[in-house]
Each structure stands twice: as C-alpha cells, then as structure tokens.
C-alpha cells in the first residue's frame, strides 16, 4: 500500500463546509456525473449537490447498479467513475461492484457516508467498517479524519485511481465531517511519496524482445486488458501489421485489435476459439501485453505454452512471474514500451509455415452453430446482432453463457466498445454497466446482451433507465436457466440439475409497465424484426426477451484446470 504523504502546490482557501468541499473537489477533478442513492449519512454530501446542477446525480435503485454503472461509464470513456452512498448497508452493497473494479483494473472513486466520529466503532445505527470490509478489493482507501482533509484525500483518490494500474479507491467520510466549517485548498499539483508507477520500460529488455521476435518462428501476440487501458491499441496492431505475428486477446482486451482483422485469431482460454488456443500452446514465442495469464486462459499452468519463450510487458511489476515465469519481463506501460519496440523491432524471416498451421486449424475448427426451424439458437440472436449494428455499438455484457457467445460471435473494431465483468464475473453487472456506458457516450449505440438469471438481478433499475430516457438495447438471452451452472452440471455432474431452472416473469410485459418498451421473441423469423425495431425507438429502453433454446452449450470449452488437450469442442 503506497505511503500517502503528500507534497501539493494548492489554490487559494475558501471556507465552506465539509460537505461542499468534496462537492467542490469533484468538481475541479471534471467529475460530469455520480451513479448514487443517499441515505442518512451522506445527507450533507446531497445537499451541497443540490448547488452544483453541472455534475449529473443519476439516482439507482440499488447501490450495486451504482459501482457496476461507474465501471461502464469508466471503460467506455475512460475517464474515472464515480459512485456513492450511504453508510452501513448502503456502503456494503456497493462492495461486489468495487471488487468486479478492482479485478478488471478500472478507475473508480466510491465516495461513502459513514456515522459520526464520535460513534464510530461502537455499533452505531447503520455504522459499517467499510475501509477494512473493502481493503483487499480497493487500490487503496481513506476514513477522513479530519474535514480539512477532504479536498486533498479527493485529489489523491482520483491521483490513485486513474494512474498506474488503474484501480478503484473508497473514500469514507463521517457525516460530522461533511458539516464542519473548513478552510477550503485544493492540490493543483501532487506527488504521493512511495507512489512511482514505472511507465518507461527497460531499454536492454526492450531490445532483447526485438531480438527474440527477428529469431522465432512460431510467436504470437497475446493481449489483455491492460492494451486498452494503455490506449496501445494502435500500437498493438502496427506490431502486428510490420511483423505479420497473429493476435489473440483476453476478455478484457476485445475491441483492442479489429476482429475483422486477418491477423486476429479472436478471444483465447476456456471457451475461446480453437485455432487461437491451439496456436498459443504450440508457439515459440508469446508476446503477452497487459495480460496476467489467468486461469481462464491457461488452464493448467504447467500444460500452457511448453515450448513457448515468454515477453511479459506489464505495467504491475506483481503480475509478471505471478503464474507463469517471464524469460524476457519489461515492466512499463504498454504504449511507451511498444512505441520503443517498433523502433527496433524486425520482422521474424520464416513465419509462412506457422501462417499455414493457423489456416489449416481455422478451416478444421471454426466456430459455429446450427439454426434449426423451431427455436432460436443463442448464437444466431448474437450474430444478427453483431451484423445489425456493424461494431457500431458499445457492447456490455452480464456473465454466464451469453457472455461467451458474445465474446464469440458479436464483432468489435474499436477498443472501450465491449464492456463485461471478466474477474469477478458478477451477475447483475451488463445492464448497469450499459447505463454507466449511456452517459459516457451518448451518441453511440449501447447495446445489452444479458441473461436470463443476471438481469433479474438488477432489473429493478429499469426504472431509472425510463427516468433517463435511454435509448438501450436489451437482450435477453432466455433459455429459462442459469446456463452456465446448468452446462457444467450436465457435462460434470450427470445431468443432476441441481436449483438451475428459472421461472420468468414475461420481460416483455414487465419492461412494459416500467415504461419501457417490451418484444417478446420466439421464434427464428422474429429476431431480426424485433432488432429493427429496437433501432428505431430512442426515446427510451427496449427489453427484446429472446426465447432460445434451453439445452445449447457454449463451445470450444477447456474444462476448469485441464489443458488445450482436453478441449471440447462441441459434443458431437
């Protein structure tokens, strides 16, 4: 945990209160909007926004919508989310989206009320440790202890949060705080002591990378989600295009390199694409950029990439050799690393025969499904989908079965266009997150792909999409299940359906009486009219329930600690 002194040049003071000085410090960080619900404790934190009509206050119907909102609306824009609540409970329920956050590296400032210090620590009415419940899942997190220091934890929080590895952050302030009077100084400039992310790769490493990269004969580029955090996407693919390497990426990394590109093998690990996991395990030479070799995608360390001399561009010194040993580490970020390698880099001198390997296993192992007459297939609603927009669209995705699909089938070009929760994977999170998206871009697209089980999970917040007049775009993947559990349970534990099967509202009709717009769709010749006609309506959310069938798997799947050896890829 880095010390947190601060050396600051500030601006003049200014008396005010508490409450208005962490209003006022979001103000000056270029805060556009918060994703919260108030409550008793951070009752002066909402009156002191009731003066400040430029920041935006969407008010959710359940603080989790509020985290997993400012995790969309911060990978779409890239710029820092911010959410806030209440104390005891209304802290507690923002936890699961500050750990989704924290898991995928994403800026996020949660912003808590707590009981007043004179009360803390002794079983006060809604009084909640919420800086030790949220420690191991937070970059870092304050209690203010004194109102004095609102404006600079304010500025260190954002400081923390958006460099680096980027990274949720929690400030916890004691609503006697937000009402004393305080001379107000906010830190214009500021300088953590112990805090020195490295952001200049190492010169020497860089150059023995572009050596190895001139002698192999098999290599791959293998990238996470840190190419997009880094906005390296460009550089990603002038590496690719000058040395004809073939790209594979990460959940997190979709949209980071076109998936219409000749070079790009699509996503890799448990339900990637065959052709990119064989290619991964038999290189000679993986280029892995902001990746940290996760076990959805190894699978079985010791089974992963034998042969394979690894360059390990990161910028958490923590991740690389955390699971699987790097023989060439470059700590730094992935855009000012990769702008040094193009100065050096040349292209491998036989790389044609591994080309004709990786063509050979696209043409065996495509991906695919068959559309019967009767009922949708899930990946048939994707693809349509896919085609309808043209990578037009931001993309955000709720977690299980669909999200794979998704992830398979629904094309990006653009990186911050396919927003998921790939960590934590947390139920609950593809609709907020396509909130949270809206207001970061409005003028595009959004488009919800979700489940069944997962939408339940925060549907109540249809309400504040209708408020808002957003115009999303929400699937539902309906296979009257949790899909998912229920695959795994018929491969791996014999068919014994064990508390899988859901009985569903009609989403259409519910949608409805939020005041959404509600298709229900059933059969294979509904789909494409019901997209059509959710592109033409603006005005408000479209919820097109998708009635698919129950019993599809999601193929290729590596089972949860085998190796590419072991991959299924469809049960036939």
């Known amino acids: 945990m880095p010390e947190v002194s601060v050396m600051a040049k500030s601006t003049p003071t200014t008396k005010m209160k508490g409450a208005q000085a962490l209003i006022e410090a979001l103000r000056r960080e270029g805060v556009e909007v918060v994703f919260g619900h108030p409550g008793g404790a951070s009752l002066p934190l909402y009156d002191a926004l009731y003066d400040v009509p430029e920041i935006l206050h969407v008010l959710v119907r359940h603080e989790q919508v509020a985290a997993h909102a400012a995790k969309g609306y911060a990978v779409a824009s890239g710029k820092v989310g911010v959410c806030m609540a209440t104390s005891g409970p209304g802290a507690t329920n923002l936890v699961t989206g500050i750990a989704d956050a924290y898991m995928d590296s994403t800026a996020v400032v949660a912003i808590t009320g707590q009981v007043p210090t004179a009360v803390i620590g002794r079983d006060a009415f809604q009084e909640a440790d919420v800086t030790g419940i949220t420690l191991p899942i937070t970059k870092h997190n304050f209690l203010i202890r004194r109102a004095e220091e609102i404006p600079e934890v304010i500025r260190k929080a954002f400081y923390l949060a958006r460099t680096g590895r980027p990274g949720p952050v929690l400030v916890d302030v004691p609503r006697d705080l937000q009402q004393v009077e305080m001379e107000f100084t906010f830190p214009e400039e500021i300088s953590i002591r112990g805090y020195r992310p490295v952001t200049e790769g190492n010169v020497n490493q860089i150059a023995n990378a572009a050596r190895a990269i001139a002698s192999s004969r098999k290599p791959i ?65 993986i280029i892995a950029v902001g990746a940290r070799f996760d076990d959805r995608v190894t699978g079985r360390l010791k089974d992963f990439a034998p042969e394979a001399t690894i360059i390990h561009i990161d910028i958490d010194p923590a991740e690389i050799g955390k699971n699987k040993p790097a023989h060439i580490p470059i700590v730094g970020d992935a855009k000012r690393v990769l702008q040094v390698l193009l100065e050096m880099v040349q292209p491998p001198q036989d790389i044609e025969p591994w080309h004709k390997q990786i063509e050979e296993w696209r043409r065996k192992y495509p991906l695919r499904y068959r559309q019967s007459s009767d009922i949708p297939k899930p990946q048939f609603v994707i693809d349509l989908l896919s085609r309808a927009w043209g990578g037009r669209a931001v993309v955000t995705t709720d977690v299980g079965q669909h999200q794979m699909w998704a992830a398979q089938f629904f094309l990006c070009r653009e990186p911050r266009t396919f927003i998921t929760s790939g960590g934590l994977g947390a139920m609950g999170f593809g609709f907020p997150a396509a909130m949270g998206a809206w207001f970061a871009r409005p003028n595009k697209p959004v488009v919800a792909i979700l489940g069944d089980g997962g939408f339940q999970m925060t549907i109540q917040d249809l309400a504040t999409a209708v408020e808002w007049k957003m115009p999303l775009k929400l699937f539902i993947i309906n296979n009257g299940s949790l899909g998912m559990v229920r695959q795994w349970q018929e491969l791996f534990y014999h068919r014994r359906y064990s508390h899988v099967w859901l009985k569903n509202p009609d989403f259409a009709r519910v949608a409805a009486s939020f005041g959404a717009e509600g298709i229900s769709v059933r059969h294979p010749e509904e789909v494409e009219p019901a997209i059509f006609r959710a592109m033409e309506i603006e005005d408000r959310p479209v919820v097109v329930d998708c009635h698919v069938d129950p019993e599809e798997n999601c193929f290729p799947m590596i089972p949860s600690g085998q190796s590419v050896k072991e991959m299924i890829l469809d049960l036939d």
Do not use: Q
Not at 263 to 279: I, P, Q, R, S, V
């Open 221 to 285: 580029l293998y990238i996470g989600g840190g190419v997009i955090i880094s906005n390296a996407s460009p550089e990603v693919r002038e590496l690719a295009e000058r040395t004809r390497i073939p790209v594979t990426y990460t959940l997190m990394a979709k949209g980071a390199f076109p998936d219409d590109h000749p070079l790009c093998l699509g996503m890799l690990g448990m339900h990637g694409t065959a052709y990119a996991n064989y290619a991964i395990n038999t290189s000679d030479l």
